[in-house]
Nanobody, 126 residues
Framework: QLQLVESGGGLVQPGGSLTLSCAAS????????IGWFRQAPGKEREGVAC????????NYADSVKGRFTISRDNAKNTGYLQMNSLKPEDTAVYFC???????????????????WGQGTQVTVSS
């Protein structure tokens, strides 16, 4: 079964940190770009960050620049999203996705994605 599975979400206080993981099974992520998205209740899905297959190209949404870091470990077939200095407005369901495009575009949201995870909830609250 070809799938992506996110993990690492949870409840964290403002200013705290979380690291999300995106593990692929049934296929290798080596040739896929990875994107992270989030969707809060009543809001449209937002592209947060994306990384090329080699890891050499990365884009971030302005809302998370300087706070979030996307990375990947192809040996582990896994992508990551390190989130620091979390704010209540970061509260959302976070999804990862894999794009056979391999490269990244100026906007992570316009890239075509072949696989999507089921999402993991991140809640930032005191």
């Amino acid at each position: 079964q070809l799938q992506l599975v996110e993990s690492g979400g949870g409840l964290v206080q403002p200013g705290g940190s979380l690291t999300l993981s995106c593990a692929a099974s049934g296929f290798t992520l080596d040739y896929y770009a990875i994107g992270w998205f989030r969707q809060a209740p009543g809001k449209e899905r937002e592209g947060v960050a994306c990384i090329s297959s080699s890891g050499g190209s990365i884009n971030y949404a302005d809302s998370v620049k300087g706070r979030f870091t996307i990375s990947r470990d192809n040996a582990k077939n896994t992508g990551y999203l390190q989130m620091n200095s979390l704010k209540p407005e970061d509260t959302a369901v976070y999804f990862c996705a894999a794009s056979g495009l391999g490269t990244v575009q100026a906007s992570c949201s316009v890239m075509p994605y072949d696989f999507w995870g089921q999402g993991t909830q991140v809640t930032v609250s005191s």
